[in-house]
């Protein structure tokens, strides 16, 4: 104990010069407890974004693409599938229900997504998790519009109050519906998935803010009343994506292939499970690499730490010297330079991991709101706590370097004056 407190007042003595050393292995080990954070997190957001669905069918494009739009929010399609083609999956002897979905819309930066009362039936997310309502109930009317956790509480909304949907996707729309005002009727609860960050209107809603539209443009033909509107067929012609639910999950195979030949125009059935894959397969080089480089950060932290204490062994001869002379054995330097080091991974992991916390407080929303993924704010798991001891024994081992080299010196070569 002596000669920890030895080693915590050595510390103190040249406490400039080892605070940066703390300050640049504490960073280190936040960017690679942060790197290892992100990546599983994310991972179980995405995973938990959607289950319970065999099968999302859209326009022929890449399996990730497909996912990224349909069920996170993220992109557009390249093309949208016909109403006959909708209307012949959802009449599959094999289909035990269906859930059409319509994108293209925005309100204030959030996506407005056109659907149809299964929806609220039949989603299921984080296992078996249906969606619930905090307030008000699903859509009925033409104009009503039920908005997510995040989409009420960021701006301000409550039961009943009017909104104005703007056409595209950017949080920057010069073309506003402003003709045609929706009315919110419910209020979600949080999911942590891109629900709280939809507003969700009928499918006869989106149609009716665009009668007269032509190739995505108002042409004079769009100005018509809201109420006239209502009382014309609103059957929508396209649809941007489906999600099929299967009376038999064995027969997701047939089904997909039966999706995929369809003759009338050119389909993509994806699996969400194997799309999941294959988009981290995808990014897993990536993930690796970045990995691989927060790790070799921490090293070149660790090694500077090393630097600084060799690099003052030279002025601290003489305290060396003074230990030994009052009865300190050589053992006791060695042990007293592994007390610093140690001493200095131990307080540089605890900063680390506050700092992380505070990084991950502050980046949560953006994040969420960029990307639609919740990251929650959880303790630290077994495995990051390896990968702490395991930065705690790499400071330690390389801290013996220089304890060894204390350990060498003399009571005589530290009484020496050099010139």
Partial sequence: MHILVLAYKSILNRKFTLALTIFSISLSIMLLLG?????????????????????????????????????????NPTNNISWKSYEDIRSQQLVAWTIPLSLGDSHQG???????????????????RGIEFSEGAPFAGVYDA????????????????????????????????????FRVVGILQRTGTPIDRTVHVSLEGIEAIHV???????????????????????????????????????????????????????????????????LWDTMA??????????????????????????TSLNERRREMAVLRSVGAQPWHVFVLFVGESGAIMAISALIGMA?????????????????????PINPPSSHELLLLAAAFGAGLLVGLIPAYRAYRYSLADGMTIRL
Wanted: net charge neutral.
């Fill in 110 to 128: 959030f996506r407005v997504l056109g659907t149809d009362l299964n929806y609220f039936r039949h989603y299921r997310y984080t296992g078996d």
């Fill in 212 to 278: 007269g539209w032509n190739n995505g443009s108002p042409t004079s033909a769009s100005q018509i009343h809201a109420d006239n509107a209502r009382q014309m067929d609103l059957q929508p012609t396209t649809l941007t994506a489906v999600l099929v639910g299967l009376k038999s999950r064995i027969t997701a195979f047939r089904m997909q292939r039966l999706i995929n030949d369809y003759p009338e125009e050119p389909l993509l059935a994806v699996l969400p499970g194997v799309a999941l894959q294959e």
């Fill in 355 to 375: 700092v992380l916390y505070i990084v991950q407080w502050i980046a949560r929303p953006i994040i969420q709101t960029q990307l639609g993924l919740f990251l």
């Fill in 285 to 310: 080089i990536g993930q690796d690499a970045l990995f691989a480089i927060s790790i070799l950060v921490v090293l070149v932290g660790i090694s500077g730490m090393a630097t600084a204490i060799l």
């Fill in 35 to 75: 790197v290892e954070r992100l990546r599983n997190d994310a991972r179980e957001s995405f995973t938990n974004t959607i289950s319970g669905t065999d099968l999302i069918v859209g326009a022929r494009s890449g399996p990730v693409q497909l996912l990224l739009y349909s069920v996170f929010r993220i992109g």
């Fill in 146 to 181: 039920v908005i997510g956790a995040d989409v009420a509480e960021e701006l301000n909304y409550r039961i009943s109050q009017e909104i104005v949907l703007a056409h595209g996707t950017g949080k920057v729309s010069f073309v506003k519906h402003d003709d045609k005002p």
